[in-house]
């Protein structure tokens, strides 16, 4: 069974940093790239960062890019997002989400999504 | 930016048949998926490549893509249908999700 649990989330000051995980099992991690995706209180889903299955390739959206970094540890099947330079609005539940296509790192749907873990950017 | 526009809301009878719209630049060119979000519940995958069911998911829900327009279908929609709808393509390297659509079974 596949399961993904996210971890690290929390209050943060704006101007701080937080570093999020996501356990993954239940299937050969390196194989698949990952995602974050995000979604602000009562608000849609904003997809956030990926990472190829490999970790060489890696890409942003443009509300994140510089301040945000994905990485993975496929020795610990663990995918990771560290978080610089918060602001209010990255304020969202974050999601770690398993593309449904192997060794694909674009073009493919998400068909595994954690449980989510808050992140709260406030003074 | 590459963007998805959905309608806020679609209200549908239970029974009846559902159509979400997702438009988008020359949508038809790429594929299109669609996720189903309970409140307090993470997304679930309803379809993929435009027309395409998950192990698991019921057969009334369906899908197509053409030109500017993907469309979610839901036949004889059912009181556990009610949820938000959200549609999602990759625009080159960049992941885009639509902006939602909350299904109200009346």
């Known amino acids: 069974e596949v399961q993904l649990l996210e971890s690290g989330g929390g209050l943060v000051q704006p101007g701080g940093s937080l570093r999020l995980s996501c356990a993954a099992s239940g299937f050969t991690f390196s194989s698949y790239a990952m995602s974050w995706v995000r979604q602000a209180p009562g608000k849609g889903l904003e997809w956030v960062s990926v990472i190829s299955g490999s970790g060489g390739v890696t890409y942003y959206a443009d509300s994140v890019k510089g301040r945000f970094t994905i990485s993975r540890d496929n020795s610990k099947n663990t995918l990771y997002l560290q978080m610089n330079s918060l602001r209010a609005e990255d304020t969202a539940v974050y999601y770690c989400a398993k593309e449904a296509v192997v060794l694909v790192v674009t073009d493919s749907p998400f068909d595994y999504w954690g449980q989510g873990t808050l992140v709260t950017v406030s003074s | 930016s590459y963007e998805l526009i959905q309608p806020p809301s679609v209200s549908v009878s239970p029974g009846q048949t559902a159509n979400i719209t997702c438009s988008g630049d020359k949508l038809g060119d790429k594929y299109a998926c669609w996720y189903q979000q309970k409140p307090g519940q993470s997304p679930v995958l309803v379809i993929y490549q435009d027309n395409k069911r998950p192990s698991g998911i019921p057969e009334r829900f369906s899908g197509s893509n053409s030109g500017n327009t993907a469309t979610l279908t839901i036949s004889g929609t059912q009181a556990m249908d009610e949820a938000d709808y959200y549609c999602?393509?990759?625009?080159?390297?960049?992941?885009?999700f639509g902006t939602g659509t909350k299904v109200t079974v009346l």
């Open positions: 999602q393509a990759w625009d080159s390297t960049t992941g885009v």
